[in-house]
């Protein structure tokens, strides 16, 4: 039961991840193929320079203006900073079809009268959803590296590879929230403003904490798993195995309580 | 001696929100194994509830289901191993084919595609190679009809297994459940179609507001004590006046025939009708939607329900 559930889930989706995969890509593919104009760079970094640092935090930038002089720096401002909230979305997207679209589609009553344990599909679809998104990184991965195939040795591809790597947690933890939005709520609109709140709330919390880092708001800033993605601090210093823990753990966690939520509550009605 | 495969006691769910309003009060039912049984009710009397109920989909506030003798509740995998069941709005994905949704609905019971369902998909004339969004009503309830029986479960519960399809495909799905059923599987069907349920039912019960108001054998449920006489006489008979007669209502005269309702024993009108010369007598049982309505009237009178005006039969 489980490995068909899998398969067939994994069987509609694969096109649609393949499509995010290389929208994403060749816009990464894009800014790795503009690297060439050095002139773009230093104006970039130069125009980054009169930009407060709070908008810049806002971008998922950084204000080491020496780090964004490079091909690297240009790259985590102009691609990883922002393009965590584009995989966020595929990852909340890909959440809503764990249960919530076959609900409010009402095909859960016929497919939930066949021999399935609800834990065991909320289990089957997310781990068959971590797989799509992976598959989504994977082509995003392997476009940018078709580029720097293209511009050799402008770039530290392992620590881009890392970069790109590094995205995953962050939609592990989006899919799972997801998922238990709509293991909580019966209504599908429900669990898409619940998952929207957290997107929104989570980046609002991120960019504000940096911004402020003498109020509260730099402590909440922990609340929000933006500030464990940290895209910068990954091409400059490597994968941060805390923050990487942190948030897969967030995601089990989450995960685990829409596998107990669903087991109990009423389906349709 | 008779099993029970479905038995509900004290079954109560009330609508979310509505802390008065219940969906289903108190229901206790037995359904026998190897018989059609019909569930019968206006929309909104609980029927889909009660199925909901026995598929686990929704739990009760208070009461208990059985089916096969286990708990709906704590072996709802086991029945749901035994069970086909199609319901009454029924809803697949839009862009996969019919062929595909069979192959996953018997994947996902870990059998290969049963050999009975080409036999289904011959007799209900169903093209499974089409996308679900092409298929008109009709055809997804026949997609329906087989994913339910394909398995030849125990236990079939349809919920308005014939909405939406046509005639023809209603003789053979009568002819399904009469197979069905002699090849020992058991039929809960849901309806509020009364003549579906008088054709192919051996028991009903009749639901309503979520209170079970009677179950009997659909001869049983035909046996309100009533019915129509229509007299045909040689020769007018002004001076004839059977108003006054024991169990004699509704009178209507034209011309030589004579029409009436009867309730009770022939005797009295008979009596009353002496020395007339009788052509014919035509005597007619009340239809099940008669019987329906007369019943719910009853218990308007009687059990203080809030009448809902006419009460939806075809």
New interface residues.
Partial sequence: MINTIFAETFRRGWKTALYWGLGIGIMAWLQIIIVQDTTLITETAHLMESVPPFILEMFGGTSDMQFLATPDGYLALQFFGFILLVFAFYAAVAGLNVTANDEDAGIMDIFLSLPVVRWQLVLTKVLAFILLSALVVGVTLACMLIGFAMVPNIFDVGRMVLASLNILPSMLVVLSFTALAAAIFRRKSSAIALTAAFIIGSYTLDFLGNAAPDTILAALRKLSFFAYYDSTGVIQNGLSIPNVIILLAASVIFAIIAMWRYQRRDIGL | MTTAVIQTQGLTRSY?GGKSKFALQGLNLSVEKGEIFGYLGPNGAGKT?TI?LL?D???PESGKAQIFGLDTRASS??I??R?????G?????KNLSGQHVIR??S????TPIPAYTNTLIERLEFDPSRKIRAYSTGNRRKL?LI?ALMHQPELL?LDEPTNGLDPLVQQTFMYLMREAQNNGQTVFLSSHLLNEVQAICDRAAILRDGKLLSTQGIHGLSDTGFKYVTLTLREPQPALNLSGVAGVQNVQVDGLQISLRLSGDFDPLLRAINGCYVVNMQVQEPTLEEIFLTYYGDKLENGGFKSHGAVEVK
């Fill in positions: 979310k509830t909901k598929l989909l929704i739990r995998l086991e749901r191993r069970i086909g069941y199609l319901p709005d029924l809803n697949l994905w996953y609905f994947s996902v019971r870990g329906g994913l519960i």
